[in-house]
């Protein structure tokens, strides 16, 4: 039986039970107030058949008022999870996240208490995460464009020297390409959240695209002298090929930015059953527990010192695009150590490794 059929089941048994308690207590109590009134000649026992009606009047009179006193003072026993409950989802309906219930009895109001009180944790988790999000993106535009006012002012003084002039507009133009940047990566995350369904899919070499995506960040591993450990596989698989190369674009230039120069990153590709893995390993500073808690939130950087490469947009982004694709992302980090990300994605039966 579903635990919704069990509950509504406990609340039939439950009001069936108490009624039947309280008749049983009504007709106990009537018939033992009816005797003590008739022994102690507060009421007259019918004398004959003719005058019955009165007498049963009289008691019916008395199980009413009776049977009005216990069910307002025994009636009230049972709803009391339900006020419990129904007070408990005003609070939460006024936007008190932290609202909590406790109900023991029976057995399956404990359960009725954890479902709620998981589900205030988890609106609590996201009205933080909404207010981050808020806060961060209004930080995060508003920082550049601080920035091009100011010196957007100081060049229209015009008593700057020519040195000065190509300074700023320099400045000016890395902070309008920051905003482009951070609008791109805004409206390719708000794209793919309000996707429920891949679109676009299509046969391609998953091996052949990782090595595309190394070659279009050839700019930024060749700076700092990294080298790349490929153990690719020739494996086709069925999905958006723009959405993910956006993954291992993300991912390979999070592993070229974290990484040492003149150090290592590997690049390889299981497949298990119906499944492929794709690792990407860096050798960087690695993460703590905490840091890998909240990665893939949006807008949050672990590593302050990185700060200005990134926007904590692009974890986000690989994440939901991973799950539009019904895979997963898990990230194996300890500090000083170095990072993997794994991607796992389905692959089709008719899909196979050359």
Same mark, same amino acid.
């Given at each position: ?16 039970? =108490?009624?039947?308690?309280? +008749? ?33 009047? /009289? ?10 006193? +216990? &069910? ?21 309906? #006024?936007?008190?996240?932290?609202? #909590? ?7 399956? @109001? /404990?359960?009725?208490?954890?479902? @709620?009180?998981?589900? &205030? ?26 920035? =091009? ?43 793919? $959240? ?13 091996? $052949? ?12 591993? &060749?700076?700092?002298?990294?080298? @790349? ?13 723009? +959405? ?14 974290? %990484? ?5 990153? &590997?690049? %390889? ?45 692009? +974890? ?39």
């Amino acid at each position: 039986m579903k635990k919704s059929d069990r509950f509504s089941a406990t609340i039939v048994l439950l009001s069936t039970g =108490i009624i039947f308690i309280l +008749l049983t207590l009504t007709m106990f109590i009537s018939n033992a107030v009816t005797i003590f009134l008739l022994k102690h000649g507060f009421m007259d026992r019918p004398p004959h058949p003719g005058s019955l009606l009165p007498f049963l009047l /009289r008691t019916s009179i008395i199980s009413i008022l009776i049977g009005t006193i +216990l &069910t307002l003072c025994i009636g009230h026993i049972p709803m009391r999870p339900l006020y419990t409950l129904m007070q408990a989802f005003h609070s939460v309906s #006024k936007g008190d996240f932290q609202t #909590k219930i406790y109900l023991e009895h029976p057995k399956d @109001f /404990r359960e009725l208490s954890r479902c @709620f009180n998981q589900m &205030t944790e988890e609106l609590a988790g996201i009205e933080m995460l909404r207010s981050d999000f808020i806060n961060n993106f209004s930080h995060e535009f508003k920082t550049p464009i601080v920035s =091009i006012l100011g010196f957007a002012r100081l060049l229209k003084k015009g008593n700057l020297t020519v040195a000065e002039q190509a300074e700023y507009l320099d400045i000016i133009i890395g902070e309008a390409k920051r905003l482009t940047v951070l609008s791109t990566d805004i409206l390719n995350l708000s794209k793919v $959240e309000s996707m429920s369904l891949l679109t676009d899919s299509s046969d391609f070499n998953v091996g $052949e695209q990782i090595r595309e995506c190394v070659v279009l960040l050839e700019n930024k591993w &060749t700076e700092k002298d990294i080298s @790349f450990d490929f153990h690719l596989l020739e494996q086709k698989m069925n999905g958006n090929e723009q +959405l993910l190369k956006q993954v291992w674009t993300n991912l390979i230039d999070n592993a070229i930015k974290f %990484s040492p120069a003149k150090s290592e990153i &590997t690049l %390889s590709m299981t497949r298990q059953n119906n499944a492929l893995t794709v690792t990407i390993k860096d050798y960087g500073p690695g993460m703590d527990d905490k840091i890998q808690h909240y990665i893939f939130d949006k807008f949050y950087q672990g590593d302050s010192s990185h700060s200005s490469e990134g926007y904590g947009l692009g +974890l986000a982004l690989v994440k939901k695009i991973v799950e539009l694709h019904h895979g997963i992302i898990t990230v194996k980090s300890q500090p000083l150590q170095g990072s993997s990300f794994m991607v796992t994605l389905p692959l089709s039966s008719g899909t196979e490794a050359k």
